[in-house]
């Protein structure tokens, strides 16, 4: 398709085919669209366009689709980007958000973030953290099972009553 004057003209970066600002993926390659870079002017921003439309071409649109899904957990800020890119070099776009009950605002890029995916990419998503063993790395720290809880505090308190015994005897 031809480009108007006043639409900027877009460009498949897999085949080379220019495309008009109505469009947004390659019909041949499925790649989205990035905007054609002019003769004399510089992009602006540089480094930072260029960088957003790399990320953007890695995304397969067929895994982008439906609700977003947790699929992992990290526990600060930096685990969860390592685990956005693992799952971008497969396709996955991904979303990091903090985990609900956890607010510091002292310490930006401490506590759990939770890894959001969307619907269609999920599967994909498990399974390149299954093969990376990222998969179910919940937080172990914060949950005990109730019967075990009971039984650790019944064993406390009868050890504490039999020092108390025991010293009760000595004073004698």
């Known amino acids: 398709m031809p480009a108007r004057a006043h639409e900027p003209s877009l460009v498949c970066p897999g085949c080379g085919s220019t495309f008009s600002g109505d469009a947004r993926f390659c019909p041949d390659c499925h790649l989205p669209l990035v905007l054609a870079p002019s003769l004399g002017d510089a992009e602006p921003g ?18 982008s689709e439906g609700e977003l ?4 957990w990290a526990r600060n800020q930096p685990e969860a980007e390592f685990i956005q890119g693992l799952l971008l070099e497969e396709g996955v776009p991904s ?21 959001l995916v969307p619907a269609s990419g999920a599967d994909v998503a498990r399974e390149v953290l299954l093969q990376s063993d990222l998969a179910g790395a919940e937080p172990s720290g914060g949950i005990v099972a109730p019967r075990r809880l009971l039984a650790g505090l019944l064993i406390a308190l009868a050890l504490g009553a039999l020092v108390i015994w025991l010293i009760s005897l000595a004073v004698r």
């Not at 540089?46 to 953007?56: D, F, I, T």
């Not at 899904?69 to 992992?72: R, T």
Request: no cysteine; proline share 7%.
């Open 69 to 72: 899904v947790k699929v992992a």
């Open 95 to 115: 979303m990091v958000r903090r985990s609900a009950g956890f607010d510091v605002p002292d310490f930006m890029a401490a506590g759990p973030r939770d890894i």
């Open 46 to 63: 540089g480094e930072a366009v260029s960088e957003r439309h790399r990320r953007a071409r890695k995304v397969k649109p067929q895994l």
